[in-house]
């Protein structure tokens, strides 16, 4: 097949996701075609399979703000056209469900229809989309597309819950790459974090207010307390300048180590111990599956997909966003005797393996073909 992807090339969960959608597929052999405003932050390396086609702003006096979707629907057009495109994966609803509508109607006016797959990922959803601004244009737009799959069934229900959808919707999950994501031998870099042997503790986000990052930091001070540890907080945002003031108040300076960005972090979690994930609102936690594909037991809320992904007492513990005590007082049972956690790791590993690459990427193939059959039916006479 040919496929194109739509997708934010950022460091967030469907920025990543999309592109390894992308990297899966053209690695079992099909034309991946990256349509965006910049490469991909994780489509780093060549593949004879991968294209990147970059859209760019038109710059006109009148325009305050470039119209980047005008200028997106543009693109896809041309490409589609040139490349002879078989379908559209356009991942994350705002704006790339509508404007995937646009260019599939003026390929439709040319005499030519591409089916288009919209993937749901979160806060398209749960947050921006539930705007007064924006929920029209999101459920007409979802509603227009051919395909509609969420990452997490509870994804897939909030989006009925808020959103007047006439259509089925596909949950398959969000995958990890073992290939990437293992526990190699890394104790000569474990023990330049912690030389006297602390635990290890990870969080890994956007710094976004939602990720409640001052509730891990809040958490590890119990911890620190007990457990002589370090806290790795991996990411950078909003939040980050009261973090780095919140640190200072607990007098933790010397155990937390802001790392910024980080474009391996399955090594940074190759060295960790538990692996703290307390959002307010989280479609699925890619995160803390990668956490747990590297043998990372999780602490994390009890909200959104994260009960699909971390099974309460076994890979980790569920509380409520807010319940640091609980929270805490989890944290340490893993942590304080090394066979507790070794089975936690082990548990953690056979969980994160449903989500294999292997196992969800065919999920994808099949539901791409399903959609291209149905729609051609639906739409004999043109091509």
Do not use: W
Request: net charge neutral; charged share 25%; aromatic share 10%.
């Amino acid at each position: 097949m040919k496929i194109g992807i739509v997708c934010y090339p950022t460091y967030g969960g469907s920025g990543v996701v999309a592109t390894e959608i992308g990297l899966g597929l053209a690695q079992r052999g099909h034309k991946v075609h990256f349509i965006t405003y910049k490469r991909p932050v994780r489509l780093a390396h060549f593949h004879e399979n991968i294209f990147y086609h970059e859209v760019t702003d038109a710059e006109y006096p009148l325009f305050e703000y470039p119209p980047y979707d005008t200028a997106l629907a543009s693109k896809l057009v041309d490409v589609v056209n040139y490349e002879n495109l078989d379908i559209l994966h356009v991942h994350y609803a705002i704006p790339h469900a509508a404007v995937a509508y646009m260019a599939k109607k003026i390929l439709l006016s040319q005499g030519r229809y591409i089916p288009v797959i919209t993937t749901l990922h979160g806060t398209d959803i749960t947050l921006v989309g539930k705007n007064p601004t924006f929920a029209p244009i999101v459920a007409f737009s979802i509603n227009k597309s051919d395909g509609i799959t969420a990452v997490s069934e509870n994804l897939k229900q909030e989006t009925y819950a808020n959103f007047e959808i006439n259509k089925n919707i596909e949950v398959i999950y969000n995958f990890i790459d073992f290939n990437r994501f293992s526990r190699l031998n890394k104790e000569h870099f474990k023990k330049a974090i912690a030389p006297e042997g602390e635990r290890i503790i990870t969080h890994i986000s956007n710094f976004r207010k939602v990720k409640r990052v001052d509730n891990v930091i809040r958490i590890f001070k119990k911890i620190h307390e007990i457990i002589p540890s370090k806290l790795l907080l991996i990411g950078d945002g909003p939040e980050r300048i009261k973090l780095e003031k919140l640190c200072r108040e607990l007098e933790l300076c010397d155990a937390i180590r802001f790392l910024g960005k980080q474009s391996a972090v399955e090594e940074l979690l190759a060295v960790s111990d538990l692996f703290i994930i307390p959002s307010e609102n989280e479609s699925f936690g890619l995160s803390a599956l990668e956490a747990m594909a590297c043998e990372v037991p999780v602490i994390s809320s009890n909200i959104g997909g994260l009960p699909e992904v971390n099974i309460q007492g076994v890979t980790g513990f569920l509380s409520n966003p807010d319940n640091i005590d609980e929270m805490a007082k989890n944290a340490i049972q893993i942590l304080a005797k090394d066979e507790v956690l070794q089975q936690f790791r082990k548990n953690a590993l056979a969980q994160a393996k449903r989500f294999d690459i292997d196992n969800i990427l065919p999920q994808y193939e099949r539901y791409y073909e399903q959609i291209i059959k149905t729609a051609f039916q639906e739409k004999p006479m043109v091509r």
